[in-house]
């Protein structure tokens, strides 16, 4: 038997006039690396924030469930005590302090300093690069890094459910492939994961299942590796036909 950690049914998000997202109903079960993919503004990083409870004041209808219970209108530090967390897009670590001390924020609903250093330890030999600078200032590494500092932060919180939004923006292709490594890893420990990632290619090889947004509305749900093949996932997100 499956069981969802995640159900969202009849979503509806307006900024104002603009629908953003026109009633999407999506469900991530325990375990699973699920991919969100879609062009540009089809209405991906609105869902993750109506998850989290990030979105600006705007209209939210429908209903989301962690765990079971219902979610919608708790904070996000709310939802780091329940074992969701989110890393943004734009990353959002704490420039001016330093790796070390940015994993210590990650485990800011911890008080278990002993597991907490072992943990520092652990995602350092997942995150070697971290290791090598844990002193250094956030804001000096390169965007890269700070993603998979950002990351780490996240799983410093022990996530059951780790929500990423666009980790791949704006890396170079190296930087790119360490980072869906460490997704895959991460997704081996059993945490689960929700991807919103505009490479549909690599996050399609990485997922277990996928859904495709256009418009504000899912397209298309299903098998990952399936629509790896699909003729229409081809040409319109992987630049093949
Ligand atoms: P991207 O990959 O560009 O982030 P996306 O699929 O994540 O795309 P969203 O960021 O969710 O898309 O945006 C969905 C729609 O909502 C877009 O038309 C966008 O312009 C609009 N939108 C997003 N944020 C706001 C906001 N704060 N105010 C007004 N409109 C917004």
């Known amino acids: 038997m499956t069981t969802n950690i995640l159900k969202i049914e009849g979503l509806k998000v307006a900024y104002g006039g603009i629908q953003a997202v ?13 991919t ?21 004041d705007c209209r939210v209808e429908g209903h989301i469930e962690y765990a079971g219970q219902p979610i919608k209108g708790l904070h996000s530090f709310e939802l780091v005590r329940k074992k969701l967390a989110m890393v943004p897009e734009g990353r959002g670590v704490f420039t001016r302090m330093s790796i070390r001390e940015n994993l210590l924020m990650g485990a800011f609903t911890r008080d278990d ?6 943990d520092i330890e652990k995602w350092f030999g997942v995150f070697p690069r971290l290791k090598e600078r844990s002193a250094q200032m956030a ?29 791949s923006m704006g890396l170079s292709p190296i930087m790119v492939e360490k980072i869906f490594e460490v997704i895959r890893t991460v ?31 899912v397209t298309m749900q299903g098998d990952a590796q399936q629509m790896l093949n699909d003729p229409k996932v081809k040409e319109a997100y992987l630049g093949e036909s």
């Open 139 to 167: 804001g000096t590494l390169s965007g890269g890094e700070q993603q998979m500092l950002a990351m780490a932060r996240a799983l410093m919180s022990h996530p059951e459910l780790l929500l990423l939004d666009e980790p």
């Open 22 to 34: 026109k009633g999407v109903d999506l469900e991530v079960n325990k375990g699973e690396l699920i």
């Open 113 to 118: 300093q002993a597991a907490i250093d072992a």
């Open 187 to 217: 997704s081996a420990q059993g945490i689960t994961v929700l991807l919103v990632e505009q490479n549909a290619k690599l996050a399609l090889q990485a997922a277990n299942r996928a859904y495709v947004m256009e418009s504000g509305l």
């Open 36 to 56: 969100l993919i879609g062009a540009n503004g089809a209405g991906k990083t609105t869902i993750l924030k109506a998850i989290t409870g990030t979105l600006p």
